[in-house]
């Protein structure tokens, strides 16, 4: 038992991490104009615990240091906070959705635009052409992929995956409602499978910032999906905000399963379309 009054060393080190956090997220966004501090104080306390064994540190204040004085170790400190975990057609009724009851939408229009935010390394990009071209929409849609990550930007742009990774993207899609094989789509190379570049044809990869970027297009799908599990929320109402001004009148947004407008400020703006598989309609 602790005596009165007392502090345990594990408080006053939680303290001293949470301090040092809020001090080197304050010097990236100074130093690199990344802007993190509306990020899930939670989600950046596990990813720098990461970033701490990855560079042999036994402090943030080092991690600081060495993150200021060499822009190489700021980027590999880059891909441990914004490469997230993703898979081609995640979530297969999301997709089936999307196929199902917002292309018939979308086939009304003579071109569609279309913005894959937060589209990290490309899996639902791929995942997103492929259904518009099964769907005939792909060669009148244009599609906007942006993430903050500029070396997930350019694994997207390739579009290698590890064999391993196959057998899941193949079952995803075929549950998804896809109408071939997803071999159709890829071969072999690089040691790994690369997806035809027919895919991206209709797509522009762009460097742009949920919490400092406007809006740049007026589209008809959003799709930006498990990102803003990842943002406090003051940076979730941004981001929405940013997807209401972007969507013409009656486009669509489509969510990850973790996440909702329920309690947006920005839910007015919207009407349930599939809430169960989070899409929404703009008023």
Request: aromatic letters at 12%; hydrophobic letters at 40%.
């Amino acid at each position: 038992m602790m005596p009165d009054g007392a502090v345990s060393t594990d408080s006053v080190e939680d303290a001293d991490f949470d301090l040092e956090l809020r001090l080197l997220l304050e010097a990236i966004h100074a130093k690199y104009c990344y802007d993190f501090r509306g990020y899930s104080f939670a989600s950046m306390r596990r990813r720098m615990k990461q970033v701490l064994t990855a560079l042999g540190c036994d402090t943030l204040s080092q991690v600081q240091d060495r993150v200021l004085r060499d822009r190489r170790v700021f980027s590999e400190v880059l891909q441990l906070l914004t490469v997230p975990f993703s898979e081609m057609f995640r979530d297969p009724p999301y997709f089936l959705s999307i196929r199902e009851q917002v292309a018939p939408h979308l086939r009304t229009y003579p071109s569609i635009k279309v913005w894959i935010a937060g589209c990290s390394t490309g899996e639902e990009l791929y995942s997103m052409a492929i259904l518009l071209a099964e769907e005939g929409l792909l060669d009148r849609s244009l599609i906007y992929a942006t993430d903050v990550n500029p070396e997930a930007l350019l694994a997207a742009e390739r579009g290698v995956y590890a064999f391993e990774q196959v057998r899941s993207f193949s079952a995803n899609y075929q549950r998804s409602g896809g109408r071939r094989s997803l071999s159709d789509y890829y071969a072999a190379a690089y040691g790994g499978v690369a997806f035809d570049r027919s895919l991206r044809s209709r797509v522009v990869f762009a460097d742009h910032s949920l919490a400092t970027d406007s809006v740049f297009a007026e589209v008809h799908l959003v799709s930006c999906r498990n990102v803003l599990i990842y943002f406090n929320r003051a940076l979730q109402s941004r981001a929405v905000g940013l997807f209401r001004d972007s969507l013409v009148h009656m486009g669509f947004l489509g969510l990850g399963m973790r996440e909702t407008l329920r309690f947006s400020e920005h839910a007015g703006a919207f009407l349930d379309f599939v809430p169960e598989h989070r899409i929404y309609r703009r008023r």
